[in-house]
T-cell receptor
Framework: GQQVMQIPQYQHVQEGEDFTTYCNSS?????IQWYKQRPGGHPVFLIQ?????EVKKQKRLTFQFGEAKKNSSLHITATQTTDVGTYFC???????????FGDGTTLTVKP | GAVVSQHPSWVICKSGTSVKIECRSL??????MFWYRQFPKQSLMLMAT?????????EQGVEKDKFLINHASLTLSTLTVTSAHPEDSSFYIC?????????????FGPGTRLTVL
């Protein structure tokens, strides 16, 4: 079945440093979504990427979708303590009719 | 907008009892809802897809007779954990897709923490 790999599993950074998490799918995706889950909270939708090579920005967050629509990345510039949490990617395979979540990358930020 | 509620937020029960968890879309209609299970510091594991007015689609390895799903209306899906055992203790999260949007965005509920003694 479809597999979505996400690396790294954990990332510890100093406040102000950049952070990137990568997502790779075993199959071509229809779209990919990114979610953030704060400690003790539930996943919150961040963004959806649909087009090959698409790049979207939300303030300090930059999301990319690979040309082959099998990988994606989330980059945070100049991290802040409010960025802590686990970031999940979720890839949609239309044939399967469902999204598969990556294992998540947990970000901790040291002030 | 796009708020999903879950009830209860937490529940403690004795082994052998059944527990019902409700998932409601408060300000939109959801023809499709999803039920996930999440273990501590792990990812979301899809258990089943709940479709309004039809039978749920269960993922491989998920016992449909143990995890009963009912999606009787466009705003409500329920998950019943029957004859719960300690190994069923987990964080159960539902999500819903807005039927009025041409998007696959899932809006998540706050989750239900189940502890089976």
């Amino acid at each position: 079945g479809q597999q979505v790999m996400q690396i790294p599993q954990y990332q510890h950074v100093q406040e102000g440093e950049d952070f990137t998490t990568y997502c790779n799918s075993s199959t071509t995706l229809s779209n990919i979504q990114w979610y953030k889950q704060r400690p003790g909270g539930h996943p919150v939708f961040l963004i959806q990427l649909v087009k090959s090579g698409e790049v979207k920005k939300q303030k300090r967050l930059t999301f990319q979708f690979g040309e082959a629509k099998k990988n994606s990345s989330l980059h945070i510039t100049a991290t802040q303590t409010t960025d802590v949490g686990t970031y999940f990617c979720a890839g949609l395979n239309t044939n399967a009719g469902k999204s598969t979540f990556g294992d998540g990358t947990t970000l901790t930020v040291k002030p | 907008g796009a708020v999903v509620s879950q009830h209860p937020s937490w529940v403690i029960c004795k082994s052998g009892t059944s527990v019902k968890i409700e998932c409601r879309s408060l300000d939109f209609q959801a023809t499709t809802m999803f039920w996930y299970r999440q273990f501590p510091k792990q990812s979301l594991m899809l258990m089943a897809t709940s479709n309004e007015g039809s039978k749920a689609t269960y993922e491989q390895g998920v016992e449909k007779d143990k995890f009963l799903i009912n999606h009787a209306s466009l705003t409500l899906s329920t998950l019943t954990v029957t004859s719960a055992h300690p190994e069923d203790s987990s964080f159960y999260i539902c999500s819903a897709r807005d039927a009025g949007q041409r998007t696959d965005t899932q809006y998540f509920g706050p989750g239900t923490r189940l502890t089976v003694l």
